[in-house]
Structure formats: structure tokens, C-alpha cells
């Protein structure tokens, strides 16, 4: 997998979990991979994917059951959006704004893009 050198790999990691999470790959309660799995799966040092688990478990997003493994939490998906939520609004807002300012867009054609894109979100789900 390729990273970008904009954010540290484990908040990229975390990113990437978080999203699974609420796009309903991963599930309440259910058990994620392990350490070593995850860390083959993404081609990092397992230290990397501990830090990320460290990180969602500070967050209540999952939690480690001794001997067991990580799972989400029962309110993993609530946690995880408000974690996306806030790193969105602090983030990648900022830059979007600075985006269009730069390149003076207009906010309606913004909105009709976006009504546009919602539109065939909707449908490819409905497929």
C-alpha cells in the first residue's frame, strides 16, 4: 500500500480502520486482524500497526481483549465518526477552502456537484 508523507503512517492506518468501520466492513464488536496480519496485509513493521491500535483504543473506537485480540466497540462506529468528523473539519476543510478560493468556485456549483454525487451514491447502493 502506498502512504502519503503528509501524516504519519499509523494515523493513515487509523484513517483506513475508522473508514471500514463505518462503511460497515467491520462491525460492532467484531474482532479486526492482528497486529502481525495487518502489518503483512499493508507491507509496515508490526510496531506501526500497534501504535495505530494503541491510537483507536485511546479513541474508544476498539479495544483489546488480553489474549484475544483487538475488536470494535460497541459504539466503535459512533467513536470512529466523530474521529473522521473532527479530522475533517480541522484537516482537509481548511485545504478544500483553500482550494476554491484559489481557483474562485462557486459555492452552488459545489452544492450541484455534490447533489450529483449523492444522487449516484444512492443508486449504486441501490443496485
Given at each position: 500500500m502506498e502512504f502519503n508523507n503528509t501524516q504519519s503512517i499509523y494515523l493513515q492506518?487509523?484513517?483506513?480502520?475508522?473508514?471500514?468501520i463505518l462503511r460497515g466492513v467491520l462491525k460492532p464488536e467484531e474482532r479486526i486482524p492482528s497486529v502481525r496480519d495487518l502489518a503483512v496485509e499493508l507491507e509496515v513493521n508490526p510496531n506501526t500497526i500497534l501504535r495505530t491500535y494503541e491510537f483507536?483504543?485511546?479513541?474508544?473506537?476498539?479495544?483489546n481483549k488480553r489474549g484475544i485480540g483487538y475488536f470494535v466497540t460497541p459504539d466503535g462506529h459512533k467513536k470512529a465518526t466523530e474521529y473522521k468528523k473532527q479530522n475533517f473539519?480541522?484537516?482537509?476543510?481548511?485545504?478544500?477552502?483553500?482550494?476554491?478560493?484559489?481557483?474562485?468556485?462557486?459555492?452552488?456549483?459545489?452544492?450541484?456537484?455534490?447533489?450529483?454525487y449523492l444522487?449516484?451514491?444512492?443508486?449504486k447502493t441501490n443496485e
Open positions: 492506518i487509523a484513517q483506513i480502520i475508522c473508514e471500514k483507536l483504543v485511546s479513541l474508544d473506537i476498539i479495544s473539519l480541522n484537516t482537509e476543510l481548511p485545504e478544500l477552502f483553500k482550494t476554491v478560493a484559489l481557483l474562485n468556485l462557486d459555492f452552488n456549483e459545489l452544492k450541484e456537484k455534490y447533489t450529483l444522487a449516484d451514491l444512492k443508486n
